[in-house]
């Protein structure tokens, strides 16, 4: 609600600024004829849209620098963080996930967690990811797991699991750490 407050005196003092704007512009508004009232707002409109323009611009410089210090942040963090979505697909994985996995970097495949879950523990980690994705969101899990990498080398990993629902979806959040070797 506050947003949409904000929202409206913003555009309310845009409107206030482009119509200073035009008022230098003409200085006989009172006596205008339809047409001059008409060129009038046909101005005032247009630098409002300029100056709306002039905002989004500086509004998507900022979000663009945010997100990619984010993404930085992300990708280059100690420990593997990853998205599994609620077929066990790898929906997101970082730069350290993808490399702790064996995951060539840029690799566009969604390979499903499990093949990564050592043999022996893949029951145990089927039955932990149905039981986290009927939990409530704020619920976590911290299990560890005996994991394979791509080229077929075993360690042992900590991994922290919590429920999401982003953009209208089920998933799983995990942050993984290798803690030995096995």
Not at 24 to 30: K, T, V, W
Not at 67 to 73: C, E, K, M, V
Not at 135 to 160: K, P
Request: one cysteine or more; glycine letters at 4%.
């Amino acid at each position: 609600m506050d947003q949409k407050w904000d929202g409206i005196e913003r555009r309310k003092s845009l409107r206030k600024t482009a119509e200073a704007m035009v008022a230098n512009l003409s200085p006989e508004q009172l006596r205008a004829k339809p047409v001059e009232m008409l060129l009038h707002e046909l101005l005032v409109h247009k630098i409002e849209l300029e100056m709306q323009f002039d905002e989004l611009q500086r509004i998507d410089v900022a979000l663009t620098t945010a997100r990619d210090r984010y993404r930085a942040l992300y990708d280059f963090a100690p420990i593997g963080y990853l998205v599994i979505d609620s077929a066990e697909q790898i929906d997101e994985i970082n730069l350290t996930g993808a490399a702790l996995l064996g995951i060539p970097q840029g690799s566009s495949l969604k390979p499903h967690f499990s093949k990564f879950v050592a043999a022996a523990h893949r029951e145990r980690w089927s039955g932990q990811f149905r039981n986290m994705m009927d939990l409530v969101a704020s619920e976590q899990l911290a299990l560890e797991l005996e994991m394979t990498r791509s080229d077929g080398s075993q360690f042992i990993a900590h991994l922290n699991c919590r429920h999401r629902e982003l953009v209208g979806a089920q998933v799983l959040l995990i942050s993984i750490t290798e803690i030995g070797k096995s």
